[in-house]
């Protein structure tokens, strides 16, 4: 009698399934890299979107477990490293928006795309007065909250266009979402 052995998938079946499960982590470090790239100075502009601000709250509404909080805290500690700011900032800032979205996800989790949109602004404007309180207790005194703002602003009103790039992503790259 033919003994069967037990099915093993093939290497490009196991590294197919590695890179879907650091696919939104490394769409987290692509968006850090991003935030570095001098986009505004073709606008004549020194503002740059919150791009890994716009992956984590993707990737934490819509699959959560593939984007855990140590993958955050990375992202984070690697956009802290990269701008020479006060490190631990954005690790800190980002897995405490993590945690407050995860915990307001039911909300939003099979809402259209306007709650879904409204809901980031609200982290945005969350994310940007806890990053201005933090640094004006650093440097002791107020900061001027202007240009945060406006790099707010500006990063709620692209967000719709990274979102439709990380359902892209999603919908070919991870199956069954």
Same mark, same amino acid.
């Given at each position: 009698? *033919? $003994?069967? !052995?037990?099915?093993? %998938? ?5 590294? #197919?399934? +590695? &890179? ?41 509404? *819509? $699959?959560? !477990?593939?984007?855990? %909080? ?5 992202? #984070?500690? +690697? &956009? ?41 602004? *609200? ?55």
């Amino acid at each position: 009698m *033919v $003994r069967l !052995e037990p099915y093993s %998938p093939t290497p490009a079946a196991r590294a #197919g399934r +590695v &890179f879907m499960v650091v696919a939104p982590f490394v769409m987290g470090l692509v968006c850090v890299l991003l935030s570095f790239v001098p986009l505004g100075r073709i606008f004549g502009s020194s503002l740059t979107p919150a791009f890994a601000l716009m992956a984590i709250y993707y990737w934490a509404i *819509v $699959r959560p !477990e593939m984007f855990p %909080p140590l993958a955050v805290f990375t992202v #984070g500690l +690697v &956009f802290d490293l990269l701008s020479g700011g006060i490190i631990g900032l954005w690790a800190f800032v980002y897995v405490l928006i993590y945690a407050v979205v995860i915990s307001q996800r039911p909300l939003v989790v099979n809402a259209p795309f306007a709650v879904f949109w409204f809901g980031f602004l *609200v982290v945005a404007v969350f994310t940007g007065a806890i990053s201005w309180a933090v640094v004006s207790i650093y440097y002791g005194r107020p900061v001027p909250p202007s240009s945060l703002m406006q790099h707010m602003v500006l990063t709620v009103a692209i967000f719709p266009i990274f979102a439709m790039i990380f359902g892209r992503v999603q919908a070919r790259v991870l199956p069954g979402s």
